[in-house]
C-alpha cells in the first residue's frame, strides 16, 4: 500500500522574488523579473535580457564558505532553496533521521566561465597564432583552477545539499532538461511512497545566463528577439510571441510521508498526489505536434492521482511562449480534459520569470501549492492579442480568485521529456 506524501516545506529563489512569499505577491500582481542582462556585458549578442537573480548573497546560506569555491550559480540557488525550505518545514533545528532521508533534484547544463577558458585558450596559442592542443594541457593543469571540474558536474547540486542538511539517504540528479524538476519531485514522491525514506528535499536548480549559453539558445532559435521593453517580451499564448526568455533560480519542496510529518507535528502544505511522465520519441527540437507525449505525461499523474480531468481546479502550464510549445500544450489539454479544458484556468508564470529549464518545474509546482492555499491563481501577463488557435482560459494579464483544491503542473523539455505532477489540498482524512 502507498504511503501518502504530504508537502511540509518550500523554498523559492525567483527572478522576481528572493523568497517565497516575496516571489508569490510578485506573481499575483504580474511583476515581472525580465530586465537587461547585468551579471555581464550583452552588448553584441542578438539577446540582451534575461530573468536574472538579484539582490542575493550566497553567504547568508553557506555555512562552509570554502564550499563558495566550488559552488557554480546554479548551486549556490539550489543550497539557498534548501535551507529555505528546510526552514518553513521546521527541520532545522531538529533535522530527520540521516539514513531515512534523501535529495532528489532537478539540474542541467552548467554555466562555463567563457573568460577563465577563453583566457586559457589565449595562453595556448602557438608562434602562429594556431591553437596548440599539447600547449593546453600544460596550460590548463597549470592556470585552471584546480577543482575547476566540481563547479561543473550536475550531481553537485544535490551532493552540497545532502552535504550541509546530513542527508545520507537516497540521492539523485535527474537531467532531463525543461523536465528535470517536475520529474525530480515525481520520483522523490515515489521514494517516500514505497518506504524508502521518509523526508526527501526535492526541486531544481539552473543557471544559464551566462556568454555560452546565449550564443547556444540563439542558435537554436529557442530564445525570442522581439524588440520590445524587456519586461514584455515573454508572452506565452500571444499571437505575438517567438520564444521564450532564459531565467535562473531554484525551488525546493521538502515531501514527507503522512505518518513521519503528524509524529512530528509539522504543517501539512500539500499533498502530491499523482505523477506521470513520458517520451515524444518524435525530434529532440520540437514537441510532437499533436501533443501525444504530453497527453500521455498528463494522463498517467491523474491515472496516479485517481483524479478525473474534471476535478482539476488549476493548470500550472509549461507555456514556455514559443510557437510550437504552446499551441502542442493547448492541444494536449484539450484532448484529455475534454468540454472541462475550456472551464479549467491555466497560466504561464514564465511570462514573469522566462523559462528556468532544469527548474521551471519546481517553482510551478509551488504556485499550484500556493494556490491551493490562497485560492488565487497568477495570471500570464503580456497576452494582449489572443493567438486564435489558441482558445483556452490562460489567466490573462490579472490574478484570478478560484476555488482551488486539486492541480496538476506540466512540464515539457528538448528531446521530448514529460512530465507531469498531481497535486491537492491536504485532507486529513482522505
Known sequence: MKRRVVVTGMGVLAPNGNDTESFWSALCAGRSGVRKVESFDPGGFPVQVAAEIRDFNPRDFVPNRKSLKIMGSNIRFGVAASQMAMQHAG???TPPDPERFGVVMGSGIVPTDVEEIGEAVMRSLDDAGEFDLHKFGEVGKNYLFPLWLLKHLPNMVAAHISIIHNAQGPNNTIVTACSAATQAMGEAARIVERGDADVIVTGGADS??????????????????????PAAISRPFDRGRDGFVLGEGAACLVLESEEHA???GATIHGEVIGYGSSFDAFAVTKPEP????????????LRDANVAPQEIDYISAHGTSTLLNDKMETVAVKRLFGEHAAKTPMSSIKSMIGHLIGAAGALEAVVGLLAIRDNVVPPTINLDDPDPELDLDYVPNTAREVDVKTVISNSFGFGGQNASIVLREYQGDA
Open 208 to 229: 544559464r545566463i551566462d556568454p555560452l549559453s546565449f550564443v547556444s539558445y540563439s542558435l537554436l532559435g529557442a530564445v525570442s528577439i522581439a524588440d520590445r521593453a
Open 91 to 93: 527541520l532545522k533545528e
Open 262 to 264: 503528524k509524529a512530528r
Open 290 to 301: 499533436e501533443g501525444r507525449g504530453a497527453f500521455q505525461a498528463m494522463e498517467a499523474a
